[in-house]
């Protein structure tokens, strides 16, 4: 068995996940990350993305959608983000309803201004995140 570490994940309105982890996989604003026990120290922010996590003991992944925020990687790894939700909680209806409804607004309202089109767009990627999770994951569709 590898070595583990623990893992908190934190939203604003609750402890996400706590836990001893193998292997984090996060989406930051360089691409994906990888983070394990033993990591050097690193902060990185967070993009809007899949988070997959190895369980202490287990070959399996966990699959979650998460929002912006901060990884804080030290002798345990904290993540603090704005949303977080397990594959298996997503509405995928409200997903793809929430991705139409940003779409369609980009595509017709003409009074766009560059705040708002910004909001559409990661409504847009927030919503396909989310389909991706429910669906079993992206970088499982891409290997």
């Known amino acids: 068995m590898a070595k583990a570490v623990k893992l908190e994940i934190m939203t604003?309105?609750?402890?996400?996940?706590?836990?001893?982890?193998?292997?984090?996989?996060?989406?930051?604003?360089?691409g994906d990350e990888g983070f394990m026990a033993g990591h050097a120290w690193a902060?990185?922010?967070?993009?809007?993305?899949?988070l997959w996590?190895?369980?202490?003991?287990?070959?399996?992944?966990?699959?979650?959608?998460?929002?912006?925020?901060?990884?804080?990687?030290?002798?345990?790894?904290?993540?603090?983000?704005?949303?977080a939700e397990w594959a298996e909680d997503i509405d995928l209806e409200r997903a793809l309803s929430t991705k139409s409804r940003a779409e369609d607004w980009l595509v017709?309202?003409?009074?766009?201004?560059?705040?708002?089109?910004?909001?559409?767009?990661?409504?847009?990627v927030k919503a396909i995140t989310r389909m991706n999770v429910a669906e079993g994951g992206g970088r499982r569709k891409r290997s």
């Open 12 to 30: 604003p309105s609750k402890r996400f996940y706590s836990g001893d982890v193998e292997l984090v996989i996060v989406r930051t604003h360089s």
């Open 43 to 50: 902060t990185k922010l967070l993009a809007v993305g899949e």
């Open 53 to 83: 996590i190895q369980e202490a003991g287990s070959k399996a992944y966990r699959i979650a959608a998460i929002s912006e925020g901060f990884i804080d990687v030290k002798e345990h790894i904290i993540i603090f983000t704005d949303a």
């Open 108 to 124: 017709h309202d003409q009074t766009h201004n560059p705040d708002e089109v910004a909001l559409a767009k990661i409504a847009i």
